[in-house]
């Protein structure tokens, strides 16, 4: 049972940027990692996921704002997010799967969740 920690959430203004981090209970380099948020009265939605290769893929909500990379050294993956949206406040969730690919994700493709954590971007 691997288990994922998130941190990193915080309060910041649109346009700011942010790193969210997720550290994983145990090796995982032939785990695909990725991330998924959910806001308040909204359905839990995808939003990147990296390939135990290295291939990525994204929400076209975060395309080109957002970049997912992980560190299998230090059984990590991150979340770098440049100029934050309103929209993009969310608690947001650390997951895996094993030996997954890089694609676009449904919840029931995820293995295992972390507890997340909250971002929130306002003015």
């Known amino acids: 049972q691997v288990q994922l920690r998130e941190s990193g959430g915080g309060l910041v203004r649109p346009g700011d940027s942010l790193r969210l981090s997720c550290a994983a209970s145990?090796?995982?380099?032939?785990?695909?990692l990725g991330w998924f948020r959910q806001a308040p009265g909204k359905e839990r939605e995808f939003v990147a996921t990296?390939?135990?290769?290295?291939?990525?893929y994204y929400a076209d909500s975060v395309k080109d704002r957002f970049a997912i990379s992980r560190d299998d050294a230090k059984n990590a993956v991150y979340l770098q997010m440049n100029d934050l949206k309103p929209t993009d406040a969310a608690l947001y969730y650390c997951?895996?799967?094993?030996?997954?690919?890089?694609?676009?994700?449904?919840?029931?493709?995820?293995?295992?969740w972390g507890q997340g954590t909250q971002v929130t971007v306002s003015s």
């Open positions: 997951v895996a799967r094993p030996r997954g690919g890089a694609y676009f994700w449904t919840q029931t493709d995820v293995h295992f």
């Open positions: 145990e090796h995982v380099p032939s785990y695909a």
């Open positions: 990296i390939s135990w290769g290295g291939s990525t």
